[in-house]
């Protein structure tokens, strides 16, 4: 059975830094392209970044590039998301999400993941 387990959201000011891991367990996790994806209050759950089966490749969305970095480590079933500089606006329940497949390109489509993390909160103060 999968199970994606988050940590690592919290709050922080304006301008810190924060990473989150998502731990997979159940698969082999290094068969499957990830994402992060995030929902603030009275929003819809947006995409944040995605990373390819091999972490050869990664997409971003335009309102986290040059702050954000996703990364995984295949051999400790895990998958990061770095966020520096972050804003009020950053300000979010943070979503990991695996595919069921592999995938040569990162994907951005929420309807292209499968299982999902029960989320963590990042809050940003100004």
């Known amino acids: 059975q999968v199970q994606l387990v988050e940590s690592g959201g919290g709050l922080v000011q304006a301008g810190g830094s924060l990473r989150l891991s998502c731990t997979d367990s159940g698969r082999t996790f290094s068969n499957y392209n990830m994402g992060w994806f995030r929902q603030a209050p009275g929003k819809e759950r947006e995409f944040v970044a995605a990373i390819s089966w091999s972490g050869g490749s990664t997409k971003y969305a335009d309102s986290v590039k040059g702050r954000f970095t996703i990364s995984r480590d295949n051999a400790r079933n895990t998958v990061y998301l770095q966020m520096n500089s972050l804003k009020p606006e950053d300000t979010a329940v943070y979503y990991c999400?695996?595919?069921?497949?592999?995938?040569?390109?990162?994907?951005?489509?929420?309807?292209?993941?499968?299982?999902w993390g029960q989320g963590t909160q990042v809050t940003v103060s100004s």
């Open positions: 999400a695996a595919a069921s497949f592999r995938a040569a390109q990162p994907m951005v489509d929420t309807t292209n993941y499968v299982y």
